[in-house]
């Protein structure tokens, strides 16, 4: 089992920044790669950005350029830098947890960090 804590959302205007955070704890030793998420009212939840456990980045087009995923292993910890914040940022944001789980990939899910972004 792993669990996953987020933090670092809040209300910011357009143009400013963010950094979300994810904690990791458990049988971190399983974890493949983490993974942040994102979902807006009234859409599906969306992909943006990975990072794997020999610290390949990856992120999705639209995010390019403007947010950037890292890691801290000492705290097993996850961040996502978000700059110049759009109002279309407006999301809960998740962090995932991509994991073996006695051979089958399996994911744990954080409960969601709010992220408003004003016009």
């Known amino acids: 089992q792993v669990q996953v804590v987020e933090s670092g959302g809040g209300l910011v205007q357009a143009g400013g920044s963010l950094r979300l955070s994810c904690a990791a704890s458990?049988?971190?030793?399983?974890?493949?790669?983490m993974g942040w998420y994102r979902q807006a009212p009234g859409k599906q939840r969306e992909w943006v950005a990975q990072?794997?456990?020999?610290?390949?980045?990856n992120y999705k087009d639209s995010m390019k350029g403007r947010f950037t995923i890292s890691r801290d292993n000492a705290k097993n910890t996850v961040y996502l830098q978000m700059n110049d914040l759009k109002p279309e940022d407006t999301a809960v944001y998740y962090c995932a947890a991509h994991s073996s789980c006695s051979g089958y990939a399996c994911i744990y899910w954080g409960q969601g960090t709010q992220v408003t972004v004003s016009s």
């Open positions: 990072i794997t456990s020999g610290g390949s980045t």
């Open positions: 458990g049988n971190i030793f399983s974890i493949n790669a």
